[in-house]
């Protein structure tokens, strides 16, 4: 898909944005589908979507000399995404894409969960360290998706989950808090 569709399908609308494919830290795949640049000219201010970026390095926040894609879009002027789902690191495409299910499922069984709440669900089905590790959730965690009223019911009520055990908090230097993590 050129660019300029990519832009017009962007600008239109959408609840969830879901790029799978190869990445770097400022663009989608090896042939700059989409980058940084794009982001901060995207005109959808009035629907402001998430994007579940399933590549490597759209999230790597901590470089202090290129911004991140997930920055990008979270920050564009006139647009861009309410919240960014990416990594900020390198992994394997199979567990991305286990994850990925994993929150769509979420998402499709409890509409009306935090999404915050449903990337931790999500996460906690791989065992996959370095995808669980890397990929973080830029926006508010406790934020709600609004679906339309044209939407339709799920199809049969969602089983209920069980709970996702939390770890104890525990003190980190400089009296930071921090949660333990399963290894």
Same mark, same amino acid.
């Given at each position: 898909?050129?660019?300029? %569709?990519?832009?017009? !399908?962007?600008?239109?609308? +959408? $609840?969830?944005?879901?790029?799978?494919? &190869?990445? #770097? @830290?400022?663009?989608?795949?090896?042939?700059?589908?989409?980058?940084?640049?794009?982001?901060?000219?995207?005109?959808?201010?009035?629907?402001?979507?998430?994007?579940?970026?399933?590549?490597?390095?759209?999230?790597?926040?901590?470089?202090?000399?290129?911004?991140?894609?997930?920055?990008?879009?979270?920050?564009?002027?006139?647009?861009?995404?309410?919240?960014?789902?990416?990594?900020?690191?390198?992994?394997? %495409?199979?567990?991305? !894409?286990?994850?990925?299910? +994993? $929150?769509?499922?979420?998402?499709?069984? &409890?509409? #009306? @969960?935090?999404?915050?709440?449903?990337?931790?669900?999500?996460?906690?089905?791989?065992?996959?360290?370095?995808?669980?590790?890397?990929?973080?959730?830029?926006?508010?965690?406790?934020?709600?998706?609004?679906?339309?009223?044209?939407?339709?019911?799920?199809?049969?009520?969602?089983?209920?989950?069980?709970?996702?055990?939390?770890?104890?908090?525990?003190?980190?230097?400089?009296?930071?808090?921090?949660?333990?993590?399963?290894?």
């Amino acid at each position: 898909m050129p660019r300029a %569709q990519v832009l017009t !399908a962007l600008n239109s609308g +959408a $609840l969830i944005v879901d790029y799978n494919g &190869h990445g #770097a @830290e400022q663009q989608w795949s090896f042939s700059d589908l989409f980058d940084g640049n794009d982001a901060a000219v995207l005109t959808n201010g009035g629907h402001l979507p998430v994007y579940l970026l399933m590549d490597c390095l759209n999230g790597l926040f901590q470089d202090v000399y290129a911004e991140a894609l997930a920055k990008s879009l979270i920050l564009a002027p006139n647009g861009g995404a309410v919240a960014v789902w990416a990594s900020s690191g390198f992994t394997q %495409q199979t567990p991305q !894409a286990s994850m990925e299910l +994993a $929150l769509l499922n979420e998402f499709s069984a &409890h509409p #009306a @969960e935090m999404l915050g709440l449903m990337v931790l669900h999500a996460k906690s089905g791989t065992s996959d360290n370095d995808v669980r590790r890397t990929w973080i959730l830029f926006g508010d965690p406790a934020m709600k998706l609004r679906i339309s009223a044209a939407a339709p019911p799920p199809v049969s009520p969602a089983p209920p989950r069980p709970p996702v055990p939390i770890n104890p908090p525990r003190v980190c230097p400089h009296g930071v808090s921090c949660i333990l993590e399963k290894q």
